[in-house]
């Protein structure tokens, strides 16, 4: 399994590298220094000279790929993308532009993304998974058409609708909960949580308990599961015992690889929700134009997604004592 | 959830039961939607919101307004705008008096304050400072006894307290001092260190004596040690002297009249070396602390919590120095209630809370929960909050007003206009006939495109149409036929009156282009608006401007770019038709008539002038205007100018944006004012009546939610005997049990 592991984290580096150069070659497609000097200078009184200062300052004087001036392997350490993308390897965040520490702002910002990402995660993973089971214990009866029908309406509705309804119905109307904001302590913050969490839940209850409804009907039409019926198993146990249980490696499939990428936060509920998390980060940085910000998180979500995928094969084998990582 | 499959029916009624009580139990709590902790409830603060960060808190570089609402509170510059006169007057803040600004010629020989401009070598601003006023309690100031600084090398574990939303206010012990002048002197050092990048440097070197050379001599230091902090007490600048520790000296090369007016502005702003030496440790600067996002001033404001992500906090700065509310103002202050505080003590609020609201939906709920004691009325939100009479009077609504909501409005300092390029060959013209043509063409569309709908139908009439580059509030502006645009309004009947669109027709025809079709070739003119916009409202303004257009037979191309490429179009002069705006820097016209100075051009020298206009006649009298205090001869200047722009149309006036806020009963002392941003600390607050209201509109309505279980749990019953019917069957769906 450990030549398994090595193997996969050496596939991951030319990944990577593949994800940086993407991600620089689009930003600068759309944006060139100059046009980032502007951005963080504002647009009164913005002088030639002082974009070449800013430029400078940052490193942006530069090539952006290959340094004709320089001599030797400086033609390619010394330019933009070396200096900018590939220092990320040795976990070298950087600033952004406008002066401040990713690695802190980073370091700040995974608490309240995580305050919100996990319950609505491990609270949806329970809930829907109850919900699919239910819907399979009353399978073909009004109960399972009636819940089909709810969670396809569900999916259909746009998780902004969520949120705009989610806030005036329960903060401003019922008043129950504040409709926006966040405390520094995560502990003292749970009624900023509630709302945003509740409407997390609701906005994506729907496509995944249909989902795992469909898995587990396949599982609960197999043989083993008439045996355990005819071993007298209560209906109860017949699911949670065996139909869940082997139901588990698809479920897997798609929900371990998402646990690392919790700590990335949701753009539109933070936004909405004035939580200070990492997804409202990657958009401020988005409309700022901050290159150092942008690249950073998507090297942060490409590292996390692909720890998401290891973690996945590695739960295979956990629940499926079949399966060996060679 | 499986669990309510063991419910009986019995217990199931009771727990609908419950469900049913829960409210009546509960409902007479308090606000549980109050977003603030509760150690501040009843407090005297003042609850406000932002919507963007602030990328720049240092004093030498913030020049955004949501980065300035910080710093005004915080900061103090030599000067300060009178909160209630109208115009704006500047009145010293840390000064004794206003400056004494003296003229001297190439010989060092006095010169009167009328002097010619171009026989005044150098101007001297000397000022003298108050010496009450000390610092906020901060760090920076922390001496031990033997007079060393207690922080200037922070151990670990406080490099590691500082981390915090409190940042250096987490380290005990902060001390103070007197403010000097040799703190002016030292911020302006800052505005030529490279490193800091000061966005009025460029400017500032050309008047500041010394302060190029200065810059280089930095740099100078600063390649030879990157990174390192630089002490610039040392380094001479010519231009900024300390006297004494309460005199300070500014030398300008030559006469500049509106530097005063930067005087009041964060840029000169103190900044005390230790400040800056604290904040160069590496410790501080790896962990986001630095000027740039800690301030420290003498204002009546400190900030003690900054995240900049959500909430951002200032107090009472307990140093602050005696300044009293002002007891003079426009006429009317005092029968709005503006006088009430006069000669109180500053500032009248405890602190304020800035939270960061990015959407404008959580932000308007909670103002009319009371959360927030001031707002701005969104379009969404403009129906509910404003009602229009039929004789145009503007008011808050019925629902609003139950509320005691009250609205204030101000037309901005800003001017918003169309510009033509006037390097392109159809609005410009490169042959003097062609330019005579252009500028017909100009003056029909300035005729043709209906300022007044527009503000109607897209700014719910909040703006002014506009009549020439300088907006109300500013002098050289005229109200009433005076102030007419005569190009495109007549007088009638006591109010300006659109020119026809048949008068626009026969200007179109007189420059060749009849009912919009070239003379010669019979060829339709297409015009390009270039603009950066691209959502819904805007794709509705864009077809009122074809629908406009269209009217002179004109077809409008509208080429929708992003900002930076739009930028770009400006500088290189391949834009057409644009639209910009200006917010007044200070109150003068020479900040808005620089915008058209022929040597500002953008496409020539990279200046503000995007229409790229050029009038040696605008020129000469610009040069003259600047320097000519504000009086009937510099008013006879600006008339000049303005006929000429107006008649040349280099711009269509588009609009002077108006103001809109409205702020609950419980906020006193409110008055709108678009150039001054310390005016915090003249805000007083009812801060019990506030507690009430916010009590009383906000009880959790909690009967609806306890139907809302009872409708689960209903819903559960039916599938809780489906369960149940189901259990009893075998392995073959036979029943073997009876329930």
Known sequence: ?326 | MLFLLKITGRNLWALLLAALLLPVLTGCGTEWNDPYPSSERGSNRLYTSFSERPKHLDPAIAYSNNEIVFLAQIYEPPLQYHYLKRPYTLIPATLEGQPDVRFYDKTGRPLAESAPSDQVARTVYRMKLRDDIRYQPHPAFSLNADGTSRYMNLDASQARAVQGANGPMALPEPGTRSLKAQDYVYQIKRLAHPAVQSPIFVMMAEHIQGLKILSEDIKTRSDAQPGAWIDLDPLPLSGAVAIDDHTLEITLEGKYPQFIYWLAMNFFAPVPREVDQFYGQPALRRSNVSIDTWPVGTGPYMMVHNNPNSRIELARNPNFHDERYPCEGEPGDAAAGLLVDCDARLPLVDGVVFSREKESLPYWNKFLQGYYDESGISSDSFDQAIRVTVSGDVNVSPAMAEQGIRLQTAVRTSVYYMGFNLLDSVVGGKTPEEQRRAKLLRQALSIALDQEEFISIFLNGRGHPGMGPIPPGIFGYLPGQAGINPVVYTWKNGAPQRRSLNEAKALLAQAGWPDGRDRRSGKPLVLNLDTTSGGLGDKSTMDWMSRQLNQLGIQLVVRSTDFNRFQEKLRKGSAQLYFLGWNADYPDPENFFFLLYGPEGKVAHGGENTANYSNPEFDRLFRVMKNMPNGPARQQVIDSMLKLVREDAPWIYWFYPKTYVLRHGWLQNLKLNNVANNTLKYQRMDADRREAMRKSWNRPLLWPFGFLIAGILALLWPALRAYRSRADLDAFGQRVRKS
């Not at chain 1, 647009?43 to 300052?57: F, G």
């Not at chain 1, 976990?91 to 996990?118: H, K, N, T, Y």
């Not at chain 1, 009636?146 to 329960?170: A, E, K, N, R």
């Not at chain 1, 197999?222 to 146990?237: F, H, I, M, N, Q």
Request: net charge positive.
């Open chain 1, 1 to 326: 399994m450990l030549r398994y592991l090595f193997r996969r984290l050496l596939y991951a580096i030319p990944i990577l590298i593949g994800v940086n150069l993407i991600t620089f070659a689009l930003f600068f497609m759309v944006n060139s220094p100059d046009d980032m000097a502007r951005m963080q200078l504002g647009v009164k009184r913005v002088t030639p000279d002082a974009i070449q200062q800013w430029k400078a300052a940052r490193g942006y004087d530069k090539p952006l790929f290959i340094n004709e001036k320089a001599e030797g392997v400086q033609k390619l350490t010394h330019t933009i993308f070396y200096e900018k993308s590939m220092t990320l390897f040795a976990g070298e965040f950087g600033r952004s532009e406008d002066g401040r520490e990713i690695g802190q702002e980073i370091r700040q910002r995974m608490g309240p993304s995580l305050a919100i990402a996990v319950p609505t995660f491990v609270i949806g993973l329970g809930l829907t998974v109850s919900l699919a089971l239910m819907l399979v214990l009353f399978r073909g009866t009004w109960l399972d058409r009636t819940g089909v029908v709810i969670s396809v309406t569900l999916m259909s509705i746009s998780s902004l609708f969520f949120i705009i309804g989610g806030q005036f119905v329960f903060a401003r109307v019922l008043k129950l909960v504040p409709i926006s904001g966040y405390e520094s302590n995560p502990w003292t913050a749970w009624h900023f949580l509630i709302l945003p969490v509740a409407v997390s839940l609701v906005a994506g209850i729907g496509g995944s308990t249909r989902w795992y409804r469909t898995i587990f009907l396949e599982e609960i039409g197999r043989d083993y599961v008439r045996t355990a019926r005819a071993k007298g198993l209560s209906e109860t146990r017949v699911l949670f015992g065996h139909v869940l249980r082997n139901g588990l490696i698809p479920i897997l499939t798609g929900v371990v690889v998402v646990i690392p990428s919790l700590f990335l936060g949701s753009l539109l509920v933070e936004s909405f929700f004035g939580i200070p998390g990492l997804g409202s980060y990657t958009i401020d940085a988005i409309a700022a134009q901050d290159f150092a910000v942008v690249r950073a998180m998507v090297f942060l979500g490409s590292v996390l997604y692909l720890v998401g995928l290891i973690l996945t094969d590695l739960s295979y084998t956990l629940v499926d004592p079949r399966i060996r990582l060679k």
